[in-house]
Every structure is written in structure tokens, then in C-alpha cells.
Antibody, heavy 121, light 107 residues
Framework: QITLKESGPTLVKPTQTLTLTCTFSGFSLSTSGVGVGWVRQPPGKALEWLALIYWDNDKRYSPSLQSRLTITKGTSKNQVVLTMTNMDPVDAATYYC?????????????WGQGTLVTVSS | EIVLTQSPATLSLSLGQRATLSCRASQSVSSYLAWYQQKPGQAPRLLISNVSNRATGIPARFSGSGSGTDFTLTISSLEAEDFAVYYCQQRSDWPWTFGQGTKVEIK
């Protein structure tokens, strides 16, 4: 059974760096053909794809946010970390991590519950 | 960046009616298009991948079609649990993008 859960601060100040951790179970990010990505959703708005890391450590980012985003495998084998620098109130959103696999074209077939991040001084 | 435009923004229908949702891409995405369902307070759920492949556990009343730039999600007979927001997503080119969503509401 695949599960994912996001964790991190619920409130950050403008200009600070946000660090979110995705802790997962039921699969290994060392297995060929597996990926973990991040998607965010501002309140009442649409989904926005942010970043993806593959089992082989290949990474992809949204170009509009690439200069501010870093996705890495965590120190624990079952974690992925997303950092976003220079946070702004427009970055307030629910942040989701999700699993994808090559067999399904890396569409996100399992999602975390999401974590709501507020940006305010 | 490939822009996905979904229409209509809101679809008001009754139980048992057929729902037809549209997703149009700003350039061809071949068959690399998926549909997700999202209910309030929940994470999205993958319904369909690569235009027409239903994900595990998705009822047969959900079907997808299309190619290139024009795609359709059809719900053949709406059930109470189908009232939600639906998003299309392309993975043809980086960055992967989502549409802005279609809300299916009870009439």
C-alpha cells in the first residue's frame, strides 16, 4: 500500500525559505521507473505542477519557479525534500507530494493529503 | 509552456445525466493527457491516463477520448459522488501543466 505525507511549517514569513518533506511508504525511490513530484494549489484555485525527481536522481522543475526550487532525495530513503526560497504571499497554497511510475507515464497515481502553507509577516 | 484550457468552467447537471468535459491544449500533446478528480478538502485522484486508460478502481462510467489538442472526459451517468472538480494534465512537454478545472455541480 502506497502512502505519502507532507510535513513542514504551516506559516513562513516573506523572504524566508520553505522546506517541505514528503515521507512515503509502500515503494522505493531507488526502484527503476519511480518518481515523486510536488504540486501546489492556492486556496480556491487550480493545481500547479512544481517539480519531479526520478529514481535515478534526474530532476525537472517548473521553469517559472526553477530559480527558487530544489527537489532532493532525503537523508532517509523514504523521503523527498522540496525547498522554495524567497517565499511571497502569492506562494500561499496547499502543497502536495505525489507518486508516479513509468508504467503509468509518471502521472500522479498516489497523493499525500497536502499541507497548507501560509505566507505572512 | 503548453496551456490547457478546460470548458465549461462549471457544469450544472442532475443525477443520472451525462457529463461532457472538454480540455483543449495550446499545442499537440499527442496522447499524453490525464484527468483527475478533486473533491473539497481532498487531494486529487487520478481517473484516466494517456487519454483513455482508466486508473485502478475507476468505474466504467468514466471515459476519455481525443488526441492532439482536443480531449474529452465523459461521465456517462452522474452519481452523487461524481460532483467534484475535474482537471486535465499534460505530460507531453516540460513543464507538465494542468488545466484550470471544471466544476461539476448538482443542478
Amino acid at each position: 500500500q502506497i502512502t505519502l505525507k507532507e510535513s513542514g511549517p504551516t506559516l513562513v514569513k516573506p523572504t524566508q525559505t520553505l522546506t517541505l518533506t514528503c515521507t512515503f511508504s509502500g515503494f522505493s525511490l531507488s526502484t527503476s521507473g519511480v518518481g515523486v513530484g510536488w504540486v501546489r494549489q492556492p486556496p480556491g484555485k487550480a493545481l500547479e505542477w512544481l517539480a519531479l525527481i526520478y529514481w535515478d536522481n534526474d530532476k525537472r522543475y517548473s521553469p517559472s519557479l526553477q530559480s527558487r526550487l530544489t527537489i532532493t532525495k532525503g537523508t532517509s530513503k523514504n523521503q523527498v525534500v522540496l525547498t522554495m526560497t524567497n517565499m511571497d504571499p502569492v506562494d500561499a497554497a496547499t502543497y502536495y507530494c505525489a507518486h508516479g511510475r513509468r508504467g503509468d507515464g509518471y502521472y500522479f497515481d498516489y497523493w499525500g493529503q497536502g499541507t497548507l502553507v501560509t505566507v505572512s509577516s | 509552456e503548453i496551456v490547457l484550457t478546460q470548458s465549461p468552467a462549471t457544469l450544472s447537471l442532475s443525477l443520472g445525466q451525462r457529463a461532457t468535459l472538454s480540455c483543449r491544449a495550446s499545442q499537440s500533446v499527442s496522447s499524453y493527457l490525464a484527468w483527475y478528480q478533486q473533491k473539497p478538502g481532498q487531494a486529487p485522484r487520478l481517473l484516466i491516463s494517456n487519454v483513455s486508460n482508466r486508473a485502478t478502481g475507476i468505474p466504467a462510467r468514466f471515459s476519455g477520448s481525443g488526441s492532439g489538442t482536443d480531449f474529452t472526459l465523459t461521465i456517462s451517468s452522474l452519481e452523487a459522488e461524481d460532483f467534484a472538480v475535474y482537471y486535465c494534465q499534460q505530460r507531453s512537454d516540460w513543464p507538465w501543466t494542468f488545466g484550470q478545472g471544471t466544476k461539476v455541480e448538482i443542478k
